[in-house]
């Protein structure tokens, strides 16, 4: 599975922004996605997570009402749509994908493919 993460950005305090992630290799189909996030000093953290239908969505408490997770079968993507945002959501964003799993994890080691990471800068 390759995933390819994009959408990233500088935006202020109070802006939205909407991450997109490309999945290719594997039946997109049939497996949950999750967005983890890393700031610098910190570990790398769940943010959201789609199961493998859309059905079931999971939600950091810190992005509950503000964030959006999605996912489009036909394109073979999953979108984070990040609104109302904060200098603390500040950080690299990951896609990444569990194949074993239909309904998403809220760990890393839960996840087998990881996409690159796109930064995502909010300032004050």
């Known amino acids: 599975v390759q995933l390819q993460a994009s959408g990233g950005g500088l935006v202020q305090a109070g802006g939205s922004l909407r991450l997109s992630c490309a999945a290719s290799g594997a039946t997109f189909r049939s497996y949950a996605m999750g967005w983890f996030r890393q700031a610098p000093g910190h570990d790398r953290e769940v943010v959201a997570g789609i199961s493998y239908n859309g059905g079931s969505t999971y939600y950091a408490d810190s992005v509950s009402g503000r964030f959006t997770i999605s996912r489009d079968g036909a394109k073979n993507m999953v979108y984070l749509q990040m609104n109302s945002l904060k200098p603390e959501d500040t950080a690299i964003y990951y896609c990444?994908?569990?194949?074993?799993?239909?309904?998403?994890?809220?760990?890393?080691?839960?996840?087998?493919?990881w996409g690159q990471g796109t930064q995502v800068t909010v300032s004050s």
């Open positions: 990444a994908a569990d194949l074993s799993e239909t309904t998403p994890g809220t760990l890393e080691f839960m996840y087998d493919y």
